[in-house]
Each structure stands twice: as structure tokens, then as C-alpha cells.
């Protein structure tokens, strides 16, 4: 049964400036869907801010076993309620794999409970993402290591939650290093968290990137059951489990 | 040099109904203070919902190594701009110590990211807590588990992130387990949390489970430097490390 | 592409006294072996001690995806060289499942460095083994607890590394707590040991626990690739990566 | 009450090569020891590969409750009977902190179950150790980050299991990360693996590295009670429990 696949971008930087559009025609979002769409097992579609609802309606939702994220400049105009709405659905099963810039966004503040706060630097440097977790099934496929040529930098200390997994560890040309894949379970939802793909750079175009990202979708699907409720309005429960 | 304890509670159930008074007459608060300040190394205040700030004013909590938090039937009325505050120097290295029923306090969902929610039931049921990790500084002089006659029930799925550490799992006559030693790090505080505690238990006058809040406020203790700011208001800094 | 499944068992208890052979009439791995083989996608096979080089030959093991291992009372007997074999595999990828008394087999501690000691009372006590990981591969289709009529009683301290993740806790009627269900990684391979299945109790022909079993098995799967090679012949490589 | 620490060095390189010992006329462990002993609360000896039951008789280790380990190219030479005296002290309480090359030494690959295998190279880069644990108390008093002049490469993959904290992340000039600060429990004694410290370079004379091992040894010793007992002699207990 393939895994259903929303890829959400909030679809600024291409439609304001020439030099993001040359990057992304089709937008970010178009890129990581065109990739993951290379997969037989995974069927994909995208959203973005400017729609009604984000594109994150009830139905939509509903309808998504895994969601990707990419927001950078506009993370406050995302509605807080389509954020309690999209946080539901992970505490109950589905995955979210928040990219990049998304590490600022107010679903992944939400989940982690911490700023989220980081180094950055802009310097087209060589980023090498090295594999720490040979194994897991998000590095299926992947060698000791992925490199970019140019991207953004981003250092420690990321203010998260120690990752239960971690799967990549950045090395940066100008002397940083980061937790550039991170695994959580909210709930019922698993979580994954990757560094790299700014606005400027073709990294989504990337074969391994690619590669990554669908492997993460794979390993964030919900299970299949059963159906448990997680969320605010679950009645506390009185068991008679005494004989 | 001694670390500086507030204890926070509710302090609702003592003032409004005497069974509760009976059994704390100096309220949950009072009686984990008188315990704590048996050990010479720990200087003990209280704070409580009904003062002034909640009794959590920036000079108070600036004064904090290590708060402790009790609450029950009024988590609502605890005003979002002190949740923030308290969030906020958890952040920059205060100690967070949550009790029992504190798992659905605004504090300890805005940390955790989850709906902390459980199951309960208040049947006078036999607890033992079972050390699971022994060596850890929170069981020191703790035996292989602490037996409480009577406590309320919380049972499993709790849900809050699988914890950093897990000290304590609780059983109970009825058929139920729990994960009731949690600790957690965020920013550059660390978090414990402790199950029991229920109002109309005396709980909070063991012996064993004094000892556990007293080791736990020295493992929470913030270490002493550098100091670095962890929040919302940091400024995204570019580092020029480069030769 | 199937999975091979290499079912190894001890296989002692069921030819030496009836009372065991009543209960696993095709011995242990034989019923293990008849539960996961109604999954379409594993394929699977059995050894056991008695069986030359333990059934375990280079051949057999470098064709094998995941092992499972039930072992009692001969741990002594297995080869050291076999458990050499046994770890280099699991290093480099093979997943390993360790079953119940598997806990003080050579493999299972030369793994995970410590004793794997724990407390234990054989009374025909009712187990629940609580999920505390909902949404993990391993509980798909487990309901909140599997419930056990009859089994040993396993008790904490259990001398384990922490779990990477703790997926069950188990209750027993007679008071004590057992974290039983326990993820960890070991270079690239995954190790799953699950509690339950004395030999004088039916329990591998129930069916949530074959249910956990085939997860299981799923989940500690090695990945595609690429090929790695983890072990101690590995020379240290010289890596020429500056520019 | 001051801890008892004991220092231990392979001190062949020193005694062998007179430019090992340009750089540590007193030996890996005096320079160690000496460091450590600026700390009032910090009892301080040392002992050796060539010395008579390489130091490390029962005595001499039950009098430790801290062990530092640093060796090199006489792993072999260790002697396996010191070697399980180590590790059954250990699993009883006695904290461990492993040293750099003490990598591959038998007691860390004993206690880890790996191959603790990883890429090395000699030539003379930058490393510097990034902070990602804020707030932990093996960071007091350190920065950001610890930056050395020279020392040798480590790279990953680091064959260990996932550390329970990951303290420090190393940056290399020639393009490598390492996990370099990584606690571990097992039993009831804690382990910190920390990397710095090649034989040719003065590392610890470092006022940063000195006080990182000063506050390890704090974070290593054991706690005060109750006695447990770890080991393989242990008797299955039979505990009745029941009313």
C-alpha cells in the first residue's frame, strides 16, 4: 500500500526573488515532490502557505501518512490553529520531517519545547554530512558520508532535545559541526529533522538528498494499527483491571 | 555554597477541604520544604498560585537553582506570561522538579511538546517504585525499590518523549506499570520528573521519597558557568572563524 | 524480497523431559519457525546446539537477515568461535533477536558488556506487557498491553545497558517490574530481545506475540546498502580528504 | 568526602621514545594526576602497565572510585584476569574514564560489545571539541568550544553504541567529525570516553582538558549506597513478594 506523501513549502523566497525561481522553478516544494515521486511506493502531493487552510485542511490531513516542512521568513503567519491541527495528527501517527530553515518553524518549537536556536553563517562552504548510525534505515543507500558543495552553514549549539537517533553529524568547512539528522517519537508520530537545503542552493536536486528523504518517509509512516487517540480532549480513563 | 530551592504548589486542595489539611496541614508544599531543608546544603523557600506573580516574580526566579512544582485543579488559572518565565530560565539552567499530578501543569507540556496525558485511577492501591538504573545520583542511598502502601494509580501509555534516563518504574496491585523517575535536559536545564504524590496520601512525609527530591534537586542544580543565554530574544550570531 | 529468518534453539528442554515436549511438541524453534512463516514475506529456518558448528556455519549465516535465539540451560556448551562468527555478522548488519532465558546467552552479554543478570520466580504468574512506545514498527497491530495467563516471572534490576528504545514494560501479578522489550544498535546491526517464552508455557503460539516477533523481524532487517565492513581486521584507513 | 582516583598509563611510548618523552617527562599520568590535583576534593594516584599486576590489584582498585585509562600499543599485554577485576568493579560502581587511543584497549571493547574501530590520521590538524549538552556538569567552566593546535584525527564512523549523552563533537581541519565525549552506564558504574590526547602533542596540559576530567572524575564516582552487587557470581534470587 504506498505511503501518502504532503510536501509543504511555504513558497516565498521563489515567487519574490529571480535568483530563488532560477534555484527552484517549480519551488522547493516542486523539487522534493518531483524526487520522492521517483519512488514507486510513495504518493505524493504538496501544499504551501498561500493557499486556504495552508493547504493543511482537516481532510488533507487526515490523508497524509508523512508531511515534510519547509518554512524560513514567514514562519509567523502560519495560523496557530492549523499548528494544534497539524501537532494532533503527529501525537496520533503521522510523520513529519521538518527541513532546513524549518527548525524555526512553530510545529517543530512546538514539538520540541525548546528555541530551536542555532548558529548560521552564509559563505557557500562545503558541507560533509557523515553517517554516525550505519544501519538505520534512513542511511539505506547512502555511503560514510554525503557532500555538498556549497551550503549554508548552520553550528552548534542547536537548542533541541538530545535526538533519540542520530543519524548525521555536519562538518563544516569554516570550523562547526551539527546534529544535521535527528530522530523523535511525539506520541504515536515520528519525527525526523534534516539540515541541509537552503533557498539558494540546488540541494533538493540532490540524488542522496533525495535518497534520504525518501528512505525518512519510509521510516516515519505510521504504523498500521490499531487506532489509539492521542490529544488534549482524551477522556482520562478508568480502567477495572482488578479481578 | 548552598543551592537555592523554591518549592511551588497549588495549594488549593489543603485550603479548601480538611481531609487534605489533615493529612498537610502546613501544605504540599510545607512538607517537601521541612524535608528538603533537613539536608545542610539546601536553602528552602515556598511559593504558591494565590500570591502575587503566583510567588514566581524575575527576582525570585533569578534566585533559583532548582524549583519544584506541585499542582492538580488549577493548572488553567496559572497565567501564560509566568509559564514563559519559568520556561525561560529552565532554558538558561534552572532545575525543574515536577511532582505527580504536575504531569498536566502548562510547565511540563510546553517542555515536553506532548499531552503528558495517562491513565488513573484512586483505589488506595500498593505502589513500588523500581530502581532501573542503579549508580544514578538520584537513587543514591535509595534501596532496590521504595514501597508506598496506599497512592493513587498512573498507568501507562504516559505520554511524554521516551525520557533521557529512566530511574523508576512504578508497579501497582492492580495491573498497571509506569515510568515514574523520568529525566529530561532542555537548553541548558535538566528536568526530573517524579510520580508520586497524591493530596490525600502522605507521600511527601517518606522517608525515601524525600531522599529521592533531595538527590534530584542536586543532580537538577545548574552548573556553575560559563553563562550563556538560551531564548526566544537571542540574537543569531555570526561567528568569523575562519583563518 | 524476503527476508531470511534463521531461527536457532537450544533445543534441550524438549527432547530431555516429556512435560517440554508436550508443550512444544516440534520444539520451540519449531513452533517459532511455524508462527512467522505464515508472514508471506519472511522466509524462514531453523538450527539448533546439536547440529554441527551449532548450525550456525559461515554459509548459513552470511544468508541469514535476522536471527532469533532462545537458550537456556547450555550456554556454556556454544562454541566461543560460533559466538565470534555470531557477533561479527551481527556488527555487520545480520539483526539479532534474543529471546527470554536468551538473556544469558554468550552472545547476547558479549554485546551488551554487562552481566544481563536479573531476578526471576517461576509461580505461574499472570504477565501484561504494557506498550510504552505506541507508533514504534514493533507494536504494529499490539493493542495497549498483551496479557500472559501464565509465565516466569523476569525482575528489575535487569543488568542491561539502557535501551536504545523501550517498546514493553511487563507487569507481574507477584509484584516486580521488567523492561521486556528492548531496541539497541550494535555497529551496523539491531538487536531486539523480547521477554516472554519460558519453556513450560505456550507462549510462542500466541498470537500477538508471534505478531511482535514477525515486527520484529521486519524492523532489525539489515538495510540494502552499501556494504560496509565493521570488525577487527578492519585496517585503519588513511583518509586523503583535503584539498 | 574526597573521591580516589587512579590514573593509569600504558607509559611505554615515554619510556621508549625520547620525543614522547620531550613532551611528558613524567609520563601521560603524571601530567594527568598533577592536573587533577589542583583540585582539593580529588585524591589522586597512579599506576602502570609494567608494575605488578599492571598496578591494579584488588586492593588498589577497591580503594578507586574513579579510573582514568590511557594506552596505546600494549593493549595486548593487559592482562585478561585484570582485565574482568575491572570491569566487575566497574559494574559494581567504580567510574571509568577512557582516554583517547584507550579506544581499542580491552576493558572499553569488553564493556561496549563493539569494535570501537574508527579512522585515524597523524597530521598535526586543528581540532576543536563543540559543546552540545549545555548545562551537563562534565561542561562546567568550559565555553562553547575547546579549541587544540594540533592533534591527531579521529573520524567517524566511531564503532560504538549510541552514547546515553554525547557531551562533545569534534571538528577536524581535514574534514572529519567525531564524537568525542560519549557517557555511557553500565551496571552501576558510569564510563566517559573522551578522545583528545595523542601521545606527541601537550594536550593534557590543557587548562580546558584538565578541568573536562576534573569534572568527569566528579560526574564518575559512585554513589554513596546502598551496596549492590554486580557480577557473575551473583545468585538468581527468588524474592517472595507476594502477601
Chains 1, 2, 3, 4 share one sequence.
Not at 493543511?56 to 516542512?69: G, H, I, P, S
Not at 528512505?215 to 489509539?228: F, T, Y
Amino acid at each position: 500500500m504506498p505511503i501518502n506523501v504532503t510536501v509543504w513549502n511555504e513558497f516565498r523566497h521563489e515567487k519574490e526573488e529571480q535568483k530563488y525561481a532560477d534555484v527552484y522553478p517549480d519551488g522547493i516544494h516542486g523539487a522534493i515532490a518531483s524526487g520522492l515521486k521517483r519512488s514507486d511506493d510513495l504518493t505524493v502531493t504538496t501544499a504551501t502557505l498561500d493557499e486556504p487552510e495552508h493547504g493543511l485542511t482537516e481532510r488533507v490531513l487526515n490523508a497524509t501518512d508523512v508531511l515534510l516542512w519547509w518554512g524560513h521568513k514567514a514562519h509567523q503567519e502560519v495560523d496557530d490553529a492549523i499548528i494544534d491541527r497539524v501537532h494532533h495528527r503527529v501525537l496520533n501517527g503521522m510523520g513529519l520531517i521538518v527541513l532546513h530553515s524549518g527548525h524555526f518553524s512553530k510545529i517543530f518549537r512546538k514539538l520540541m519545547g525548546t528555541t530551536c536556536d542555532l548558529k548560521w553563517r552564509e559563505a557557500d562552504e562545503r558541507e560533509r554530512l557523515w553517517v554516525v548510525t550505519p544501519g538505520h534505515p534512513i542511511v539505506d543507500g547512502i555511503d560514510e558520508y554525503i557532500e555538498l558543495e556549497q551550503e549554508e552553514m548552520y553550528g552548534e549549539h542547536f537548542d533541541i532535545p538530545p535526538p533519540e537517533t542520530l543519524v548525521f553529524v555536519s562538518w563544516f568547512s569554516g570550523g562547526e559541526v551539527f546534529r544535521s539528522g535527528c530522530c523523535y517519537s511525539r506520541g504515536a508520530g515520528k519525527i525526523f529533522y534534516f539540515r541541509p537545503g537552503h533557498e539558494s542552493y540546488p540541494t533538493f536536486f540532490d540524488r542522496q538528498i533525495i535518497q534520504v528523504l525518501s528512505n525518512a518517509v519510509r521510516w516515519a509512516a505510521p504504523i498500521s494499527g490499531p487506532n489509539r487517540q492521542f490529544g488534549n480532549k482524551q477522556p482520562l480513563e478508568r480502567l477495572a483491571l482488578r479481578d
